[in-house]
Antibody
């Protein structure tokens, strides 16, 4: 069974940093592209970042470019999102999702940016 | 402001059919596949339709997708109370050079 489990969400002050993790199981992680997507409270979905299966190709949404960094460790079946210079508007549930088709999603981890 | 445009709400009674629209442009829907996601209350989104009209395993055939030009639609027949959810369309966008753009979501209420 395909499973994705995000962790690392927390309450952080504006300007702070946080690193999110997504651990995959039930499939060959190294063969799949991965994505981070977020959902602000009561709002819609916003795609944030994409990384190819090898990590050689990366894309970011303009809203996080230069502040967030997506990476992966295929040996540990793990996806990461390093988030720096956090703002109040980054408050959201952060999901990892598999493949170009977003065919499986984790349950999400909540990031709250507030003083 | 979402790149893809969906009606904010839709409704129907059990047994009825309902259609949710998604409007885009030549750079997204017009030249790429459309995907649909269902988000039940308090849960993560789930892939409901891929490549315009393909259902993942386990999705009932009451759900169907279509695309024409720069617009797409999700049709649900024989509405059930458990279909009450938020529905999002999504596509790739060539001009924005980002893998994914989403619609703002449509909240479906089963009356």
């Amino acid at each position: 069974e395909v499973q994705l489990a995000e962790s690392g969400g927390d309450l952080v002050q504006p300007g702070g940093s946080l690193r999110l993790s997504c651990v995959a199981s039930g499939f060959t992680f190294s063969r799949y592209e991965m994505n981070w997507i977020r959902q602000a409270p009561g709002k819609g979905l916003e795609w944030l970042a994409y990384i190819s299966d090898s990590g050689g190709m990366i894309y970011y949404a303009d809203s996080v470019k230069g502040r967030f960094t997506i990476s992966r460790d295929n040996a540990r079946n793990s996806l990461f999102l390093q988030m720096n210079t956090l703002r109040a508007e980054d408050t959201a549930i952060y999901y990892c999702a598999r493949a170009y088709s977003l065919d499986f999603w984790g349950r999400g981890t909540l990031v709250t940016v507030s003083s | 402001q979402s790149v893809l445009t969906q009606p904010p709400s839709a409704s129907g009674t059990p047994g009825q059919g309902v259609t949710i629209s998604c409007s885009g442009s030549n750079s997204n829907i017009g030249s790429n596949y459309v995907y649909w996601f269902q988000q039940l209350p308090g849960t993560a989104p789930k892939l409901l339709m891929f490549r315009n009209d393909q259902r993942p395993s386990g999705v009932p055939d009451r759900f169907s997708g279509s695309k024409s030009g720069t617009s797409a639609s999700l049709a649900i027949s024989g509405l059930r109370p458990e279909d009450e959810a938020d529905y999002y369309c999504a596509s790739w966008d060539d001009s924005l050079r980002v893998p994914w753009v989403f619609g703002g979501g449509t909240k479906l209420t089963v009356l």
